[in-house]
């Protein structure tokens, strides 16, 4: 009886165990599926000539910085002012360099007054000397303190000139007519020296700074006469080419190349996105895919998005992304043209997930 208890006891917990593995498994395969919205990978340019995006930048731009330490003491400006030639923008105290101003024409005065001593005793002794009434060893005596008097009271004028330098670092101008841009510091804030305290540009001319693959490159030259689609207000201008970067070093593999535009009327402003079309046949592997950052997923130094499978199951695919336009992002590779991605859901995905397509 006790063997046969124990038998019955080991089948009673298969035949639970079996009941629950067949529960769950029940539950898994009716979990509703989670809505999501689903975007096709499209080639950002149907046109048969080669089309790179760009991004619009002032000519003339500065970001105006300080070599001072001290406490700012008054931004008279405002990002969107007109400003002109020589207006200042920021002023940073400078009670430090007034006190060795200050030091600086004292020591001028004391040199200034020890020379003309110094001149006067030259020109008697050379008087007297002429008259054989001193000796050498007199005269080169009164000449040696001349040039010593004269060189003292030129360097006190150069350290005064030096000061003066230092003063247009406290009080920091435009260097050209234009407009705020950016503003960085308020009164009363720390300025260190190579801090970016305020951008000034000159909005009257604008170029485009694109990049081109390196197996167009080769294609385009300076001079170069292009259309320039300007997506933000749906107008194209006319530009000419006038840099053309030989090296991708620092481009990540991309050749950087800038189009002046001409003058327009249109209402353009630095940052406005672009489609540079070149009038060069462009090469099937140069099309760019080009995703919404909303649907990147990021996992610590990886990037992917989830994609769509036959069976209508989410699938998460790494990719390698290049630069960012606006509120898209350029794929490199994982992600070729004409496939679906997720770009939002409902729930929280996962590889293998149901989906039901909105």
Same mark, same amino acid.
């Given at each position: ?16 165990? =079996?009941? #629950? =593995? ?16 689903? *975007? ?11 089309? &790179?995006?760009? /991004? ?20 008279? &400006?405002?990002? #969107?002012?007109?400003?002109?030639? #020589? ?31 110094? +001149? ?5 002794? /050379? ?23 004269k060189a003292g009271l030129e360097a006190a004028k150069q350290m005064k000139n030096e000061i003066n330098a230092q ?9 050209? $007519? ?7 510091? +308020?009164?009363?804030?720390? *300025?260190?020296? @190579? ?35 300007? /997506? ?5 201008? $006319? @530009? +000419?080419?006038?840099?053309? =970067?030989?090296?991708? *070093? ?7 190349? /800038? ?27 140069? =099309?760019?895919?080009?995703?919404? +950052? ?6 610590g130094q990886l990037s992917g998005v989830y994609t769509v499978s036959h069976s209508n199951t989410a699938i998460l ?16 590779? @994982? ?16 590889? #293998? *997930? ?5």
């Open positions: 009886m006790k063997k046969l208890y124990t038998i019955l006891s080991l089948s009673t917990a298969i035949l639970i165990a =079996s009941c #629950g =593995s067949e529960d769950k498994k029940e539950v898994a395969d009716n979990s509703p599926a989670i809505p999501v919205k689903v *975007a096709q990978v499209s080639d950002n340019n149907d046109s048969p000539f080669l089309a &790179v995006s760009g /991004k619009i930048q002032a000519e003339n731009s500065a970001n105006l910085s300080t070599r001072m330490m001290g406490y700012v003491n008054n931004v008279p &400006v405002n990002v #969107g002012d007109k400003v002109s030639k #020589g207006q200042l923008l920021v002023a940073i105290n400078n009670a430090d360099l007034q006190a060795q101003k200050a030091q600086i024409n004292a020591n001028i005065t004391k040199a200034t007054a020890a020379f003309n001593n110094a +001149k006067k005793d030259y020109e008697r002794f /050379k008087s007297l000397f002429a008259q054989n009434s001193a000796s050498q060893k007199e005269m080169d005596d009164m000449t040696a303190n001349y040039e010593m008097a003063f247009a670092y406290t009080n920091i101008t435009a260097p050209f $007519s234009g407009v705020i841009t950016s503003k960085n510091v +308020k009164k009363g804030d720390m *300025a260190n020296p @190579g801090q970016p305290l305020i951008s000034i540009e000159a909005p009257s001319d604008f170029e485009v700074v694109a990049m081109v693959p390196e197996t167009e490159i080769s294609e385009i030259k300076k001079d170069t006469k292009v259309s320039v689609n300007v /997506k933000s207000i749906n107008q194209t201008i $006319s @530009g +000419k080419v006038t840099e053309v =970067s030989t090296s991708a *070093a620092q481009t990540g593999g991309q050749y950087l190349v /800038k189009i002046a535009l001409d003058k327009t009327d249109a209402k353009i402003l630095s940052g406005m996105f672009t489609t540079v079309q070149f009038p060069i046949e462009r090469k099937a592997e140069t =099309s760019m895919v080009l995703i919404p +950052k909303e649907a990147i997923v990021n996992n695919r790494w990719l390698r992304l290049g630069r960012t336009f606006g509120n898209e992002v350029e794929v490199l590779s @994982g992600l070729n043209a004409n496939e679906s991605y997720i770009v939002s859901a409902e729930g929280k995905l996962y590889n #293998g *997930a149901k989906i039901s397509k909105q």
